[in-house]
């Protein structure tokens, strides 16, 4: 009965695998976003769009800068755009005098609406015969004054003034000389691997070229070149693992059992293990990210597992029980690595979820695949290394019959209370998000050269303003000037904000009906335009003037002028609305936090601190939740075996996981979440051993050459993942090599102690 239900979930998977295979074509998405190994952290809805939609934006933007002699930086710059327009997955983004006149020709409507406070006062201190008389000098009068809309549509100068007033000087203006920035956006695949891949040969080929023919020296900045340089450095890894692994293991497979057909199992497991995780990832999540990968190459040590033992027991004459105590026991070793990947899940990292995901389907698959077709592998015997293998197991067991069991348990007991002791220690952590990201130096110089030059904020600081409509937005923004004007430390020009481009709507009411003295048909205009012997010139501004009444401008009119030239600083649903004030650089932002605190919808935001607390915050639940683990699979061994001394099983990973505190103390390293999580694998594998031990203890010596043989295979696998250049992956690696070589020396001590274990 229970081969059979096997046997059609096996087929109803591999029917599954080849419907996935033809819905997808061979189209995968790949992706490398490393905004995947962040967690996320405590927004609500409208909160988590904004920032979402922000750190998309800044994903998608690539800032070029040129530095040279001038006649060459142009050239460059001419060479290079007119290069990349032909870039399908490219858009460049015009310079800076562009966006500006781009910016001035879209206001003119709402030109009426937009005063600064000084214009305001200025403008209600003055008379009508005042502002016509200083108009007339200035026309006839070598001034300063610099017009951005003509004198028809702007007397006075006064928008001129205004759009001046917040437009910043152009920043490389005493810098012309020497440098020239170029800003591009990917407009698709900006983290597909394949797409990412070709466009970041091509760039680097391009910019090469150019900067040798030019004589400039061209930096580089962009999260698009780091997920670039991560998604080369994986694939490094995936080959590293997979090729390591594989030969590894088919030479261990052909030392051991003497035959090519001892081979046949543990490739289809793999294979179709491997395989179906792949597609399955795939589907749930729409891409699988490259990690994910790097993490399955690795599953070939575990999945091989299965086809070990089932080589050991499997075949023997004495069938009937000892099928069964394998059945079962392959069952139990599937539930508590099911148990500790699974739990992979509950973090907040995506990656962690994915892997979770890709585990735990991959593990199914490949289960399935040894317990329905492991009979069919077994026709032909195969017939195992009767020398080495043996002569291993046998020394093994001697050196732990060294000590009595009481002894080793005394032992195991003393580590897993320094474990403890360890685990409490909060310096035993390292919680950094800067510990995850680890770039060539070549390319993080690059990107702090261009930084330096073109960025006026602070990175991954901003203040946050949020409310349930536009109006209680713009309360807030008011409250947060008043703080800043009475506090000592700031000043408002320190921060920039839409809402400064974009008064609130009564405020530019007020400025509309402080132009009235201006613009009426017998107004400052009409007089002006009189005595500079112009009767009707007054009437295109003041005809303009009286049309604009209802130009209201909105931050998401502004925003939707730029489309995607902006970063999108304002969102708004239906229920909420969010805007972003930067922070400009040097500013000292140690008290922001403090200013703000009072004021209701104001947050300080500390990109940083906040993935740190979250990393935090995560490794905190992390550890619960293994404790959690622990818990539910020693109950589970109580009542799968009716008897207290099942807990020594539990026991075997428990040490394992302490040993790794130990080695993190002796050696030195600090731990973090990924090195918690992978702990979670570490309690699946011990279990494994224990059960595979326990259940099969009559052919002791045959079930530890298995569990040897596997140990080796899962060591190996490990090994080369805790070689990886990317710390997430190391710390996964690192974890698993240490935990799972103390759990191999953990089965040897209980498999001493079976004279005197439960029945």
């Not at 870039?87 to 030109?111: A, C, G, H, M, W």
């Not at 130990?662 to 999580?677: C, D, I, K, P, Q």
């Not at 059960?691 to 899962?714: P, W, Y």
């Amino acid at each position: 009965m229970f081969l059979t239900s096997a046997r059609l979930a096996f087929l109803v998977l591999i029917t599954a695998s080849i419907w996935l295979l033809i819905q997808t074509g061979l189209d995968w998405n790949i992706d490398t976003d490393l905004a995947d190994l962040s967690p996320r952290t405590q927004q609500n809805a409208a909160t988590k769009a904004a920032t979402d939609a922000l750190r998309e934006n800044i994903e998608q933007r690539i800032v070029l800068l040129l530095q040279g002699q001038e006649d060459n930086l142009y050239a460059a710059d001419t060479t290079l755009r007119n290069a990349l327009s032909d870039y399908p997955n490219l858009r460049v983004i015009p310079d800076s005098d562009t966006l500006s006149e781009k910016l001035i020709t879209q206001l003119k409507p709402f030109r009426f609406h937009l005063l600064t406070p000084d214009q305001r006062a200025r403008l209600a201190a003055q008379s009508i015969e005042s502002v016509v008389a200083g108009a007339e000098r200035a026309l006839y009068s070598n001034t300063d004054l610099v017009r951005l809309y003509p004198f028809h549509d702007d007397p006075f100068g006064l928008h001129s003034q205004t759009l001046l007033s917040l437009i910043d000087a152009d920043k490389f203006d005493d810098e012309a000389l020497t440098a020239l920035p170029l800003q591009l956006a990917i407009t698709r695949g900006a983290l597909d691997m394949r797409a990412q891949q070709a466009l970041n040969q091509s760039l680097d080929q391009l910019l090469t070229d150019v900067a040798e023919r030019n004589q400039v020296q061209i930096d580089r900045s962009g999260v698009f070149f780091f997920a670039a340089d991560a998604a080369s450095r994986s694939k490094q890894d995936i080959t590293l693992i997979t090729t390591g692994s594989t030969i590894g293991v088919v030479l261990l497979l052909l030392l051991v059992f003497r035959s090519v057909s001892a081979l046949i199992l543990p490739v289809i497991s793999v294979l179709f293990g491997v395989g179906f995780a792949f597609l399955f990832t795939h589907t749930v999540f729409g891409k699988i990210h490259v990690l994910t990968i790097v993490f399955g190459a690795s599953l070939i040590g575990i999945v091989i597992d299965y086809s070990l033992h089932y080589f050991y027991h499997g075949a023997r004459e004495s069938a009937p029980s000892e099928k069964r105590a394998l059945i079962r026991a392959l069952g139990l070793s599937l539930a508590t690595s099911l148990i500790g990947y699974a739990a992979l899940g509950f973090s907040s990292v995506m990656a962690l979820q994915k892997v979770a995901v890709f585990s735990c389907a991959g593990l199914v698959m490949a289960w399935l695949s040894v317990v329905c077709l492991g009979d069919l592998a077994l026709r032909r015997p195969i017939h195992t290394e009767k020398r080495v293998l043996p002569s291993v197991v046998t020394g093994c067991l001697r050196m732990v019959q060294v000590l009595s069991g009481r002894q080793w348990a005394g032992i195991a007991l003393i580590v897993i209370l320094l474990g403890v002791l360890l685990a409490l220690r909060p310096d035993t952590y390292a919680d950094s998000p800067r510990v995850f990201f680890t770039p060539p130096p070549a390319l993080l110089d690059s990107e702090r050269r261009v930084a330096a030059a073109t960025s006026d904020y602070e990175p991954g600081r901003y203040l946050l303003l949020h409310g349930e409509t536009t109006e209680q937005v713009y309360r807030h923004y008011a409250q947060l000037v008043s703080r800043i004007h009475a506090s000592a430390s700031y000043q408002l020009d320190q921060f920039t904000s839409l809402l400064t481009w974009v008064p609130a709507p009564e405020t530019q009411a007020k400025n509309y009906a402080a132009l009235a003295p201006m613009y009426d048909n017998e107004g400052a205009a009409a007089l002006l335009f009189k005595r500079l012997g112009q009767t009707n010139g007054a009437a295109t501004i003041t005809h303009a003037y009286q049309q604009a009444a209802e130009n209201i401008l909105t931050p998401a009119r502004l925003m939707a002028m730029f489309d995607s030239q902006l970063p999108p600083l304002w969102h708004q649903d239906s229920s909420h609305t969010v805007t972003f004030v930067l922070i400009h650089k040097g500013v000292d932002t140690t008290g922001l936090e403090a200013l703000v605190a009072p004021l209701s919808g104001v947050e300080y935001v500390n990109s940083l601190e906040r993935t740190e607390a979250a990393l935090q915050q995560q490794r905190l639940s992390a550890l619960r939740l293994l404790i959690l683990a622990y818990v539910f699979i020693a109950l589970l061994m109580l009542l799968r075996f009716r008897h207290w001394r099942a807990l020594w099983l539990v026991v075997i990973p428990a040490a394992a996981t302490a040993m790794l505190y130990l080695a993190s103390a002796v050696l030195g390293f600090a731990l973090n979440l990924f090195h918690v999580m992978a702990l979670f694998l570490v309690l699946g594998f011990g279990m494994d051993y224990a059960i595979f031990v326990h259940e099969l203890k009559q052919h002791a010596r045959i079930t530890l050459q298995a569990i040897l043989l596997s140990a080796v295979t899962s060591l190996l696998s490990f090994g080369l993942l805790g070689l990886s250049s990317i710390t997430v992956v190391a710390s996964f690696g690192v974890t698993l090599l240490i935990g799972n070589l103390f759990n191999l020396c953990g089965a040897l001590v209980y498999a001493r102690t079976q004279s005197t274990a439960i029945a």
